[in-house]
């Protein structure tokens, strides 16, 4: 056959009910009763999300093998043993209160990629892996995507050994444990070379589902900004202090994203952003509060837009302080990055082609596949989820659109694993 | 000796060094690291400042009484016994981190005008009670201004005998302790005839000591509404989903407490508005808010700006719902009061007289006087606190202004006490 015929083949032996039964069977273990599922970084559950995996590989014959933060690895051999490998996966680790997709898509829907291919009688150069990497979702220990962070080396595996979670285990006991669950596993060491990655996801977002679309072709992860806003006033009395003589650490906190909303003020709703925390103190009915603190979370696609945004936040807030004092920490900085333009036109020439309507869109939220672009050529593939709702238990996605993600990761596993140099 | 003269006689006798030293003293039951006090109701500080009161009463030759929830009563008799005393007085507990002054210069320095009226030889005709009210701060259990509450029949006894505090001790059990610990005490029944009732306190603000006054002749207490609005939207991904689309709780809440301030704005800072507790949920930097909540306390002495200002909190909430599920509920409504009139013009007079730069004001705070009010002829005497610092660790007073409230105090009961029907 030739490559873009063996690559659709492959594409056409995705199995839809195949696909959702494995992403039924996933959802079982730590199943919330309010249909979500609680399955924390390298806990119990993680475990056997990982033994299930291991099932379904051996009795495919896949190669399995692993790293010393525990990222999993399922391999479908090439014709050249040696050559790097083209990377699919994502993570099986949850929110506290998640879904059933984020992230299991990107594993379960890697590997339906991979059976596809399989029964297809498919044959590629490279080998093809999919990888369920460690603590995605950072509700455990912090900060999230460790585990393609330390395999792309952003993090340093020693420097997060001790973290401990709020039972006070640490990452090194917890890894311990997970890595003694699967024993005899092969290691591969951290940073072996990729020749290309692409990760399926769900969109997290309303676009697709609101545009009747079925992939998202992403172009790029946008930038990712938090602060802590402090502001300290002078508790008071709120019977007998006129308001004039007040130094009201809520009101100015208030007045502060209140600006701040006027300063993120986008016609195109195109910025991200969000306060989640806001507190008071000492948070008593009749007491002026003399302390707020709140977070912003501000994203955005646009370096020049970022730039401009990011400039005015310290200054907004101080010029809204009244009479209070307010510092503004940065806590986090991930500038916006962009995708490769070979595998986002992959992407979007299978998905067309497999007649599945596509559009080319950023991601607002980010992935692992945000570490592995530094090292190779990467992509992702969105699938819509209802209504746009993650990260709670009510996340949800039809078999169809699920399915055809997969086959269209499976045609672009199989386009890149053929080529040279993809 | 003439009435006045005798009245004037015993503010003489007022000893700024003594009164001083039993501030100091009662200051000492419950004394915190940083200078404050935290004596909780019916507790076993509160039970040692009711010990080191009934020591000083007895080494004066003074009558003690309780009743039935240890309200104490110390008693200089009158020519006629079986007259309606005139009584003055306040409360002994404090704020977990309250002051040395809120409270017990009413009592202490009450006891200082009884002192000072005996040692002027002054007789009256009616009896003078100096009363320790139970439980005016309402820190262990609520509501505050409990005892004299219960006395005026505000509320009932029974209904309050099963509350609990933190550690789940009852009023009952700790009323029963406290009770036990000054055994032998005549029971007065409750709502027992007062003939007229001023009690001295800290101002709690700052316009005496602004003003450059000594004495505030208290015209009567403003009216306070306490609200509780809880704003509901939708929890969603920070990065992922469109402003547009979100129904973010934390943003309406923060535009409800701005269109709150401006419905509150008043140019001669005669308002007072203070939201005190404010929180969102689930609180984590990159979820949009589902869910907010804050206080409303809202206070004024006029009865037709009180009525425009309610009329509209909820119509305001609700006006920038911005797509949220709003609920305004009231939580507590004090109608503003107003003192007698001939007793306001009588501290007025004796301030004037004595020299004391006097001004009449409103009580921005709540005060047992509030509920006597209903009985019988009642005022207030403020005395200036160091930059209206109140319920804080820090309160303090000088001791010539206490002198100074204690000698006006001290002319108008015996004024009082010789009147027929004052």
Redesign the interface.
Known sequence: MEARAEALAAAAAVDEARLWSRQMAMAEIGATAAGGVNRAALSDEDRRARALMLEWAFALGFEVATDAIANLYIRRPGRRADAAPVVTGSHLDSQPRGGKFDGAYGVVGGFEALEAIQRAGVETERPIDVVAWTNEEGGRFQPGAMGSAVFAGVLSLEDQLGLADTDGVTLADALTETLASTPGLPQRPFGHPFAAYVEAHI?????LENEGLTIGAVTGI?G?Y?YAVEVTGA???????????RR?A??AA??M??AL?ELMA?ES?T??????????HP???????GR?FF?V?F?HPDPAVIERIRSRIAPTCEAHARGCGVTVRP?MAHAPLTFDADVIAMVEGYAETLGHPVVRLP????HDAGHINHLCPTGMIFVPCER?????EAENATPADLAAGAGTLAACLVDLANREQP
């Open positions: 969109e997290q977002g309303p676009r946008q990712l938090w508790e008071a009395h709120a019977g007998t202090t006129p308001l004039r003589t009201d809520l009101k208030v007045a994203v209140s909303e986008d709703d910025v991200r952003f969000t306060v989640g925390r806001f507190e008071c948070g008593s009915p009749a007491t002026v509060p707020a977070t979370d994203r806590l991601s607002g939220a980010g746009g709702v993650s990260h709670n």
